[in-house]
Nanobody
Framework: QVQLVESGGGLVQPGGSLRLSCAAS??????????MGWYRQSPGKQRELVAT???????NYVDSVKGRFTISRDNAKSTVYLQMNSLKPEDTGVYYC??????????????WGQGTQVTVSS
């Protein structure tokens, strides 16, 4: 069974930086990982897309993070990263990793991590 394990969240002051990581475990059963991405859910709001990256490295960002966040991936490690700079209080939320992948045991499907809390506050 494939699991997505996130790390790197925490408390940071406005203007600070954090780097989130999300690694797929159980990689022996993975045939292909397609799009990977990060979503966030702030209190009282719906989960929203933050950034995505295709297997070929094409990226997409929500307007509010353009120029501040960078998504990248290491296909050899089945890992996706989110470098977050110039953080603002409105970036606060639970950040979820998502991967569109296919395994030996299942057809192509969307998979989610458990979430990691990011809090931007002075």
């Amino acid at each position: 069974q494939v699991q997505l394990v996130e790390s790197g969240g925490g408390l940071v002051q406005p203007g600070g930086s954090l780097r989130l990581s999300c690694a797929a475990s159980g990689t022996g059963s993975i045939i292909s990982i397609y799009d990977m991405g990060w979503y966030r859910q702030s209190p009282g709001k719906q989960r929203e897309l933050v950034a995505t990256i295709t297997s070929g490295g094409n990226t997409n960002y929500v307007d509010s993070v353009k120029g501040r966040f960078t998504i990248s991936r290491d296909n050899a490690k089945s890992t996706v990263y989110l470098q977050m700079n110039s953080l603002k209080p409105e970036d606060t939320g639970v950040y979820y990793c998502n991967a569109d992948l296919q395994t030996l045991w299942s057809s192509r499907s969307s998979n989610w991590g458990q979430g990691t809390q990011v809090t931007v506050s002075s």
